[in-house]
C-alpha cells in the first residue's frame, strides 16, 4: 500500500492561509483517489476534499467549500490542501488519506480507506 507523509501545518491567525502537503510513495500513486481529513480535540474524524486519481474531478465539505482547494501533482507524486480565510473552527490535526481506484463520494464516507497519514496539526486563533 501506499505511504503517506504530511507536512505543512502550524500556527495561523484567522484569516490567514496555510498549505498542507502530502507526500507519496510507490510508483502508483497516479491509481490512487486522495483525499484530506480532520479531527478536531473531542471531535470525530471529519471529511475535508477529496480528489480523482487524474486530478480532474475534486469535492469538498461544505465547511471548507470555497476556502480550501486540493490538488495533487502525480509527477511528485504529492497532494497539496491549500486553505485560506481560515476560521478557528478550522483547527484539528489534518489528515492525507489514499484509497484506490474510489469515487469522492466513497473517500467522503471514509469507506475502505487504503493508506493514512500520520496528521499535522492546524491552529488557528483568533
Known amino acids: 500500500q501506499v505511504q503517506l507523509v504530511e507536512s505543512g501545518g502550524g500556527l495561523v491567525q484567522a484569516g490567514g492561509s496555510l498549505r498542507l502537503s502530502c507526500a507519496a510513495s510507490?510508483?502508483?500513486?497516479?491509481?490512487?483517489?486522495m483525499g484530506w481529513f480532520r479531527q478536531a480535540p473531542g471531535k470525530e474524524r471529519e471529511f475535508v476534499a477529496a480528489?480523482?486519481?487524474?486530478?480532474?474531478?475534486?469535492y469538498y465539505a461544505d465547511s471548507v467549500s470555497g476556502r480550501f482547494t486540493i490538488s495533487r501533482d502525480n509527477a511528485k507524486n504529492t497532494v497539496y490542501l491549500q486553505m485560506n480565510s481560515l476560521k478557528a473552527e478550522d483547527t484539528a490535526v489534518y489528515y492525507c488519506?489514499?484509497?484506490?481506484?474510489?469515487?469522492?463520494?466513497?473517500?467522503?464516507?471514509?469507506?475502505?480507506?487504503?493508506?493514512w497519514g500520520q496528521g499535522t496539526q492546524v491552529t488557528v486563533s483568533s
Open positions: 488519506a489514499a484509497k484506490r481506484y474510489s469515487t469522492l463520494q466513497a473517500m467522503g464516507a471514509m469507506t475502505n480507506i487504503g493508506s
Open positions: 510507490g510508483r502508483t500513486f497516479s491509481s490512487y483517489t
Open positions: 480528489i480523482s486519481h487524474s486530478g480532474g474531478i475534486t
